[in-house]
C-alpha cells in the first residue's frame, strides 16, 4: 500500500504486457505491492502462472491472461476475458518488446519485421484496443509505454531494434495529443541499462566494465532504479503530464560524445 496518497495506484486495475520476465514482471511485483490490481499478460502461460502464485502469496490481486500483442483477435479475446471476469483496465503498461542483436548488414527483412511488429505495431494495437474500452467507458485512464534509450542514441549491433524503439517515442506524442481529449494519459519511460534476466553482463566482466565507464554514474541499473518513475507515470502524481518521455539511465544518454 502506497504511504502517499499522491502516488497512491490502490485499486486500480494496471494491466503489463510482457510479464512473464524482465521488466514486466517486476513493474507487475512493484504494482501488485502497492495495492494494484494487477493483470500479467504474455504468451508463456506457465511463467505467468508462477509469477500469479508469488504476488498472491504475497496478498497482492492479481489475474493472468495469454497476449499475443503481434495478434489482434489475441488482444481482443484477452481484454474481453479481463473485463468480464476481474475488472475494466485503468492502466495500460505497454512493455513487451523483443530485440535481436546483430550487425546492420547482417540484419534481415525477417528480424525487421519481428522488432517492428512487436515493439511498435504490437503497442500500437494493444493501446488503441485498451484506449477504445476506456472511451466508451468514460472512464478515462492511464496508458505507458516501455522504450529504451536507444530510441535517442545508436547503439552498436542494434540499428534495427533502436529504430523501433525511436518509433515508440514519436508514437508516444502522437497517441498523447488525440487521448488527451478523452482524459487519458500517454507518457514513456526510457530506460538505460537495467540488469534483468533479459540483459545481464554479468558472465561478460570486460564488457560490462566498458559499459560502466560510458555511464556517468559508473555502473549500470537495477529494476528497483526505475520504480520512482513507474510510480509516478502510472499514478494521480503525474495527472498533468502527457506525451512526455522520462529517462533512468544514470546519464548514460546525456554523455558526451
Known amino acids: 500500500m502506497s504511504a502517499d496518497p499522491l502516488f497512491d495506484i490502490t485499486d486500480k486495475c494496471i494491466l503489463v504486457t510482457g510479464a512473464s520476465s524482465g521488466l514486466g514482471a517486476h513493474f507487475a511485483e512493484l504494482a501488485a505491492l502497492r495495492g494494484a490490481r494487477v493483470v500479467l499478460a504474455a504468451r508463456r502461460e506457465e511463467r505467468l502462472a508462477s509469477l500469479a502464485s508469488i504476488i498472491e502469496s504475497a496478498g497482492g ?13 489475441s488482444i481482443a479475446q484477452a481484454l474481453e476475458c479481463v473485463e468480464r471476469e476481474f475488472s475494466p483496465v485503468d492502466v495500460l503498461v505497454n512493455n513487451a518488446g523483443v530485440s535481436v542483436t546483430r550487425p546492420f548488414l547482417e540484419t534481415d527483412n525477417a528480424d525487421w ?7 511498435v505495431i504490437g503497442l500500437a494495437d494493444v493501446a488503441r484496443q485498451v484506449a477504445r474500452r476506456m472511451i466508451a467507458a468514460e472512464r478515462g485512464g492511464a496508458i505507458l509505454n516501455i522504450g529504451s534509450i536507444l530510441g535517442v542514441r545508436a547503439g552498436n549491433m542494434a540499428a534495427a531494434y533502436a529504430a523501433s524503439k525511436a518509433a515508440v517515442i514519436h508514437l508516444n506524442r502522437g497517441m498523447a495529443i488525440e487521448l488527451a481529449r478523452h482524459a487519458i494519459r500517454v507518457n514513456a519511460l526510457l530506460p538505460g541499462f537495467i540488469a534483468s534476466d533479459l540483459s545481464d553482463l554479468k558472465d561478460n566482466p570486460a564488457a560490462l566494465e566498458r559499459l560502466r565507464a560510458v555511464i556517468p554514474q559508473r555502473r549500470t541499473g537495477d529494476v528497483q532504479d526505475l520504480d520512482g518513475a513507474f510510480l509516478l507515470l502510472v499514478s494521480e502524481a503525474s495527472r498533468y503530464m502527457t506525451g512526455s518521455t522520462i529517462t533512468v539511465d544514470g546519464g548514460h544518454s546525456s554523455n558526451s560524445l
Do not use: G, H, I, K
Open 113 to 119: 519485421r519481428y522488432q517492428l511488429e512487436t515493439n
Open 61 to 73: 490481486q492479481v489475474f493472468s491472461v495469454r497476449m499475443d500483442v503481434c495478434d489482434e483477435s
